[in-house]
Nanobody, 123 residues
Framework: QAQLMESGGGSVQTGGSLRLSCVAS????????LGWFRQIPGKEREGVAA???????SYADSVKGRFTISKDNAKNTLYLQMNSLKQEDTAMYYC?????????????????WGRGTQVIVSS
């Protein structure tokens, strides 16, 4: 069973960059499908990016070309590099993991979740 903890959130101006990290304990992330999600109050959690055990990635259309998901199996850590940030990227960001995932960008596909890290993008 994986326990996940996100870090790296913060406040940044439009056009800036942030790198989020998600460290896992309790199990080896290399065995899992991994995803980044985000949520703003009153809205459903939105899939942002996902990566499979073999490294196949998928992205929401809204972040393609700006965000990059990656993982370091040796460090048991998942990353989300966010460039060219926009105000609409402001949200709480969560990492998620599960052994088998039917829809990589679907919240319902994942069992294990971190507690989130806040990203604020201002003009």
């Amino acid at each position: 069973q994986a326990q996940l903890m996100e870090s790296g959130g913060g406040s940044v101006q439009t056009g800036g960059s942030l790198r989020l990290s998600c460290v896992a304990s309790g199990d080896t992330l290399s065995n899992y499908c991994l995803g980044w999600f985000r949520q703003i109050p009153g809205k459903e959690r939105e899939g942002v990016a996902a990566i499979s055990p073999d490294g196949t990635t998928s992205y929401a259309d809204s972040v393609k070309g700006r965000f990059t998901i990656s993982k370091d199996n040796a460090k048991n850590t998942l990353y989300l590099q966010m460039n060219s940030l926009k105000q609409e990227d402001t949200a709480m960001y969560y990492c998620a993991a599960d052994i088998r995932v039917m829809s990589p960008l679907s919240e319902a596909s994942y069992l294990y979740w971190g507690r989130g890290t806040q990203v604020i993008v201002s003009s």
